[in-house]
């Protein structure tokens, strides 16, 4: 697996987030301007090629994680880590809303030193504002693997609109975002 920062594709970098459920962060993260890909999968474990299941089952070690490639002459990699920040709650340890246990835990992936020292220095600075009542539990972790998950887990909110995990959880979180950051959606 190739960890570096850039792909072959001339203007194309990469980030990988673990905040939470990834139906949930994958329908956020599509709708950004300068985004080209986003790929649900399992990211900090142990176990090579783990399902589903076996994530769930909580014995792998990995999280529900997301691989975005990303223009970074359109998004900066700051941009994503505002974005990243802002659509979930990083003071709860193995735990987005309703969806517990460590598969969910919050994790910035880094690919190389400046991914890292950006990624430190923006949790310094939220740790400092007071922005949350608690603590940022947030891991920043090296890339050591990214497994993408299943194909049926892929753009799950554009195949699965209507089904009421979609309904109930993703949309009320999309519409909240399109209202924050109507200035980096795509057209």
């Keep these: 697996m190739n ?19 990834f139906w949930c962060t ?16 399992y990211s900090g474990g142990h176990v090579p090629n783990p399902t589903y299941e076996q994530v ?14 990303y223009n970074p002459d359109e998004i900066s990699f700051d941009e994503l880590l505002e974005i990243f920040w802002k659509t979930h709650d990083p003071t709860t340890l193995n735990r987005q809303g309703n969806d517990i246990g460590p598969q969910y835990r919050s994790v910035i992936f880094y690919h190389d030193k400046t991914q890292k ?32 998950a299943e194909n049926y887990h892929q753009n799950y ?18 519409e909240k975002f399109e209202k924050v950051f109507k200035d980096k959606l795509k057209e």
């Excluded at 994958?26 to 999968?41: D, L, M, R, Y």
């Excluded at 923006?122 to 993408?148: C, H, Q, R």
């Design 56 to 69: 769930c089952d909580q014995n792998t070690g990995h999280a529900e994680a997301l691989r975005i490639e």
């Design 157 to 174: 909110y554009r195949l699965n609109g209507r089904a009421p995990y979609c309904q109930y959880v993703i949309k009320p979180k999309l």
């Design 117 to 148: 020292e950006k990624a430190e220095a923006y949790k310094t600075m939220l740790d400092k504002s007071g922005a949350w009542d608690k603590p940022i539990v947030t891991a920043i972790e090296p890339l050591k693997n990214f497994y993408p």
């Design 26 to 41: 994958e329908a956020v993260f599509q709708q950004v301007k300068g985004i080209s890909k986003v790929t649900s999968g």
């Design 3 to 21: 960890n570096d920062t850039s792909s072959p594709r001339s203007h194309t970098a990469i980030a990988t987030f673990a905040n939470g459920c």
